[in-house]
């Protein structure tokens, strides 16, 4: 069924590359697999999925432990500060810095590790209540600051759509999120690439994938609902 799930999705981003002319490669499937089992995970793994997406920073720690070292875990929930250093030498992106004091800390952590951590600002373009995320007139502000940091890697930009009952709601939504990236890439700012735009979930990745996307989250769409009763 996973597989099934999978192969549907991965035809989904195929149709959508070609409905606007873009190659399949350019759109990366980060496969989200947050509150679900590590048995799940390696059905997953044994169907080829290598990029993982997850929202909290124990369970990313208890599966990379559990799971083969060539997967990559991408960090797409809210990160609190003091956890930043469990994850900086285990993660291959962080998709949620949305505050300068976050990007200080994780310009520590991966200092002390030596390494340069790949980073997503999210931006919350819908400018939702509920919502983390910077507003759009402040990501070339913190970028500025940030851009001196040299264990940090801006690679582009995050962004969590409402959601909505008809994909086609978030179009602009996306759509102002690439605008942002094409602005933000004409700066050529330092250590700033503009490289990936992660938009698109279940309900509207294909949407996403026409807007721009080069990496979609998709979780439901590929283990099926969520059970957040589990106690594990
Ligand atoms: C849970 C989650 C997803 C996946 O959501 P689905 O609707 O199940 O595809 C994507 N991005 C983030 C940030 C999430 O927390």
């Not at 999925?49 to 809210?78: A, C, S, T």
């Not at 994850?87 to 390494?115: C, F, P, W, Y």
Request: charged share 30%.
């Amino acid at each position: 069924m996973l597989a099934d799930n999978l192969s549907k999705v991965e035809r989904n981003i195929e149709e959508a590359c070609r409905s606007v002319g873009r190659p399949r490669e350019e759109v990366t499937l980060v496969a989200v697999s947050k509150t679900k089992p590590v048995e799940v995970l390696r059905e997953a793994y044994d169907a080829g999925v290598r990029v993982f997406g997850e929202n909290k920073v124990q369970e990313i720690l208890d599966k990379y432990d559990q799971l083969p070292k060539d997967i990559q875990w991408h960090m797409i929930g809210h990160l609190q500060r003091n956890k930043v250093k469990y994850i900086v030498d285990k993660v291959a992106m962080i998709h949620s810095v949305d505050s300068l004091r976050l990007a200080q800390t994780i310009e520590q952590e991966a200092g002390k590790k030596n390494i340069r951590m790949p980073i997503l600002l999210e931006v919350n373009v819908a400018e939702e209540e509920s919502k983390f995320g910077l507003k759009v007139q402040e990501v070339v502000p913190l970028l500025e600051e940030i851009s001196q940091y040299p264990h940090l890697e801006v690679c582009g930009l995050m962004t969590i759509a409402p959601f909505v009952a008809n994909s086609e709601e978030n179009r602009e939504i996306f759509h102002e999120l690439k605008k942002l990236s094409v602005d933000i890439a004409g700066k050529n700012i330092n250590n700033t690439t503009m490289s990936v735009l992660s938009m698109g979930m279940t309900g509207d990745y294909e949407v996403a994938v026409q807007e721009g996307a080069t990496m979609v989250r998709v979780g439901t769409g590929i283990f099926g609902e969520r059970d957040y009763s589990r106690q594990d």
